[in-house]
C-alpha cells in the first residue's frame, strides 16, 4: 500500500503507566516502522532552550570565513569529527551510486568525556571514538553541542525502548548495545545556491542512514528533506515546531529482519525563484549502537515463513567501510563548478586530501 504522509506520535503514550495505553501505543509504531520507517515524535521532552541555543550557535559558525571553518576541519575521510566542507561528502556512493556531491557543509561530533580504557582505546575503536575537534569561534558552539547531545542521548535511550516494546521484546533489550555508544551529532547547513546546481546533485544524495536510528530537527525551508516510502513517489517530510522526525536505520533494519524498512531520503534542490530564501540548517543526531554489539535477526522477527535474511555481523564491520564510501574529495575539480557555494576559496574543497590513518 503507497504512503503519502509520515505520521505524528506522541512518545509520551509509550511511557504511559497504562500498560494497555502503551501496548496500543507500541501496536502503531510497529506499523509505522513496518510501512514507511518514519515518524515525527511530539512531547519529547526535549528543552526548547537546549535545541534553540545550538540552532542559533551552529548559525553562527557556519556564517564564519571558510578559512576559520578550515581550521577544525576533519583529519581523515574515515571519521565523523570536524568540519567537512563543501565537495567531501556524497552520500549516494554508500549505496554504490556515482552522482556530484552533495551541496552542503558540516560540522560533526561524538562522544565526550569517555573513559581512557581499553575498550575506548583507538586501537580498537577507530574511528568510533576519535577525538571530537572544537573551533575557538563562536564560544557558544561547545556547550551548547554537549548539552544537546546528552538530551539526544536519553531521548535516544527512550526511544529503544518503545522499540523493544514494538518487537514484543523486554523493554531494556537495547540496553547493553547502547550503553557504550558512539552516536554522532552532525550539524548540517544547506546554503542557497547561488546557481544552478550540476546535473544529478542535490543538497543531499539519495541513501539510508547506517546505524540504528537518526533523530533529526527538521527546518522548513524550500529544498527540504524528502522520502521515498516502498510503493510510493518522494514525499515531503514534515517540519513542525519542537518535534523530531526519526528513521529506522539500516542496522534496525538488519535487526528486525526487514520487518521494518529503512527507507530511502534525499534533501532536494530549490527551484530557481526559491532560491534566496532556502538556506537551511538540520539538527541530526545518528543513534550507532557499541562498535562491539552483535547484528543478528532477533527471534521475535524470525520463523519458518521469515527465515533470517541477513548472517551476524557487528556495528564495526557493517558500518566503517560503507561510511568511507561517501566521504572523500569531489571527483572533478570545484573550481569551475557554478554550484559551489558563494565565499569558497583555494583552502576549501579543492585542497588535497589528508590521507587516511
Known amino acids: 500500500m503507497a504512503t503519502n504522509s509520515i505520521p505524528v506520535l506522541d512518545l509520551r503514550r509509550f511511557e504511559s503507566a497504562d500498560p494497555r495505553e502503551a501496548a496500543v501505543a507500541a501496536r502503531e509504531l510497529d506499523g509505522v516502522c513496518r510501512e514507511i520507517g518514519f515518524l515525527v515524535i511530539s512531547n519529547h521532552g526535549v528543552a526548547e532552550t537546549t535545541q534553540t541555543a545550538l540552532y542559533d550557535a551552529a548559525r553562527s559558525f ?10 577544525v576541519r576533519r583529519p581523515h575521510h574515515d571519521q565523523n569529527r570536524g568540519y567537512i566542507p563543501y565537495g567531501e561528502e556524497t552520500l549516494a556512493r554508500m549505496h ?8 552542503k557543509e558540516v560540522f560533526a561530533i561524538g562522544p565526550f568525556d569517555r573513559p581512557e580504557d581499553r575498550y575506548h582505546s583507538q586501537a580498537l575503536s ?26 539526544l542521548e536519553d531521548l535516544a535511550r527512550r526511544l529503544a525502548r518503545g522499540f523493544a516494546l514494538a518487537l514484543g521484546l523486554p523493554p531494556d533489550w537495547f540496553a547493553d548495545k547502547l550503553d557504550r555508544h558512539a552516536s554522532q551529532l552532525r550539524l548540517l547547513h ?10 544529478g546533485q542535490l543538497r543531499c544524495g539519495v541513501h539510508t542512514d547506517l546505524g540504528m536510528m537518526t533523530i533529526l530537527r527538521n527546518e522548513a525551508a524550500a529544498g527540504g528533506l524528502q522520502v521515498r516510502p516502498r510503493g510510493s513517489d518522494w514525499i515531503d517530510a514534515p517540519a513542525i515546531d519542537n518535534t523530531f522526525v526519526v528513521n529506522i536505520g539500516d542496522l534496525l533494519m538488519r535487526w528486525t529482519n526487514d520487518r521494518w524498512v529503512s ?5 532536494t534542490v530549490p527551484a530557481a525563484e526559491a532560491r534566496s530564501r532556502s538556506r537551511r540548517l538540520s539538527i541530526g543526531y545518528f543513534t550507532r549502537p557499541n562498535y562491539d554489539a552483535p547484528i543478528a535477526c532477533i527471534g521475535t522477527c524470525t520463523d ?3 527465515p533470517a535474511r541477513y548472517a551476524p555481523t557487528t556495528v564495526k564491520v557493517y558500518n566503517d567501510a560503507r561510511f568511507a564510501r561517501g566521504a572523500g574529495p569531489r571527483r572533478a575539480g570545484p573550481e569551475n563548478s557554478a554550484a559551489a557555494p558563494v565565499g569558497r576559496d583555494a583552502a576549501g574543497a579543492g585542497a588535497a586530501p589528508l590521507g587516511p590513518a
Open 62 to 71: 557556519f556564517d564564519l570565513p571558510l578559512e576559520s571553518k578550515m581550521a
Open 96 to 103: 554504490g551510486g556515482d552522482t556530484p556531491p552533495d551541496f
Open 126 to 151: 577507530y574511528p568510533n571514538f576519535a577525538p571530537n575537534l572544537w573551533p575557538s569561534a563562536p564560544p557558544s558552539l561547545r556547550p551548547a553541542m554537549k548539552s544537546y547531545f546528552l538530551a
Open 190 to 199: 544547506y546554503p542557497a545556491p547561488a546557481r544552478d546546481l550540476e546535473p
Open 263 to 267: 527507507t530511502p531520503h534525499r534533501v
Open 304 to 306: 519458518a515463513a521469515h
